[in-house]
């Protein structure tokens, strides 16, 4: 068993996490941030930026299918898809499973991240090998608002909103979004817990309303990730319904029709834990 604990440090949570590891596969500091690789017992390998866990193998599969297939399921027949971030692949892996899509465009700032991923995470980062694909290294931010692309769904698989990541969810960033969007086109981004951040949530879907006429919260539990309680926001320039647009993709772990339908959040319970969060930690 397990004879090593790493402590990570979450500067986005008021409660930090102590993991059992048997070893560090990998530690390297690029232009960016730190990148490790843990092998654990319980969850396998496990991927570190800047002492925050990124992913599980054990559970990864949760936050990349309904990041990417909520969101897909809510467009007729996906194209061109956008992803920010996401380095890791997995993501783009579940983006990949649509045969519509033609086109995957992948902005990762750190290029580091990619190749630890082809390293340690094969199953994620297989999705590169992809003639489909185009990996993009470079600010998303500046990619979204100097592209004359447009895309059918743009994904942004981030980081916690600190540091870099913090300009993926300002207004510029969304009215950008708005702009590289086709008519029906789809915008989906994690939004943290709605245990330790509903601040954070309730900001984000106030500016995505400021550009899209329809937005909605969608959650599932994540239990590596600080409050557990996970949310994505979705926005669209067309009416979402709860329901998926067309049969689901096969080889999904998690994601299907019920858990589409599920997912969302109704207003009440965002509202309930609105209040609820109003104490004195905020995010």
Do not use: C
């Not at 969101?71 to 996401?86: A, K, M, N, Q, T």
């Not at 004359?148 to 207004?171: K, M, N, R, W, Y």
């Amino acid at each position: 068993m397990s004879s090593e604990w790493l402590l990570e440090e979450d500067p986005f949570a008021p409660i930090a996490y102590r993991y059992a590891v048997k070893r560090r596969l990998h530690s390297s500091r690029s232009a960016f941030q730190l990148i490790e690789v843990y092998e654990t017992d319980f969850f396998g390998r496990m991927l570190v930026l800047d002492n925050v866990v990124q992913l599980t193998e054990r559970d990864e599969f949760l936050y990349h299918e309904m990041l990417a297939h909520v969101p897909l399921h809510s467009y007729l027949s996906p194209e061109r898809v956008l992803i920010i971030g996401g380095g890791d692949g997995g993501t783009l892996r579940e983006v990949l499973k649509h045969p519509s899509v033609t086109r995957a465009v992948l902005v990762e700032l750190d290029p580091e991240v990619i190749t630890v991923a082809k390293r340690f995470f094969p199953s994620l980062a297989g999705s590169f090998d992809s003639p489909r694909v185009e990996v993009v290294n470079g600010d998303g931010v500046a990619f979204l608002r100097e592209t004359g692309e447009q895309f059918d769904a743009i994904l942004v698989d981030s980081t916690d909103p600190v540091g870099p990541a913090q300009a993926l969810s300002s207004p510029e960033f969304f009215r950008s979004a708005a702009d590289a969007l086709s008519e029906s086109g789809l915008f989906a981004m994690q939004t943290e817990s709605l245990h330790f951040h509903v601040e954070f949530v309730n900001r984000v879907q106030a500016s995505l309303k400021e550009y899209f006429p329809s937005v909605r919260l969608y959650s599932i539990p994540v239990a590596t990730y600080a409050g557990n309680w996970w949310t994505f926001s979705l926005a669209s320039k067309q009416e979402l319904s709860d329901r998926p647009q067309r049969p689901p993709v096969t080889e999904t772990r998690i994601y299907g029709e019920a858990v589409h339908r599920w997912a969302f959040v109704p207003k009440e319970a965002l509202d309930s834990m609105t209040r609820l969060g109003s104490g004195p930690y905020r995010a």
